[in-house]
């Protein structure tokens, strides 16, 4: 509680929740997403389902800083391969970005709810190569 002439010096202020779906989808337009509505619908939803459902960690982030990390990631991922999919492109920022994240059990409900908001994109595992290899015979 402030002294009342420290109180005088202060204005009040109103504060809101800034619109997450609209930002991506600016985001995503200025990425040259073509159809970024219902993308940054389902990304904010994700986030949304993520931050109810996982368990509550001190390193898990479903802020604008995460979102924002995700949409700059899904522009490069979408300018480095051209042929895929806008979908494909985005559910792959998400996981890549998110998943290393997660705990064993939230990670295993992180992949059903990408599967139940992005039905019928597959994407394919990462192909680590000589680095897989190497670990294994390492150990």
Do not use: W
Not at 25 to 50: H, N
């Amino acid at each position: 509680e402030l002294p009342d002439n420290l109180k005088a010096l202060f204005r009040p202020m109103a504060m809101m929740v800034p619109d997450y779906g609209l930002i991506a989808e600016v985001i995503l337009f200025s990425e040259g997403f073509e159809e970024p509505t219902t993308l940054a619908r389902k990304m904010v939803q994700m986030y949304k389902l993520c931050s109810e459902q996982l368990s509550q960690q001190d390193h898990y982030d479903f802020g604008m800083r995460a979102v924002k990390s995700v949409l700059v990631m899904a522009g490069s991922l979408k300018r480095e391969r051209v042929g895929q999919s806008e979908a494909q492109v985005l559910l792959t920022a998400l996981r890549d970005s998110n998943l290393p994240k997660f705990l064993t059990d939230d990670a295993i409900l992180f992949r059903a709810i990408l599967s139940d908001l992005f039905p019928g994109v597959m994407l394919e595992d990462h192909d680590y190569g000589s680095l897989k290899a190497a670990i294994e015979t390492s150990i």
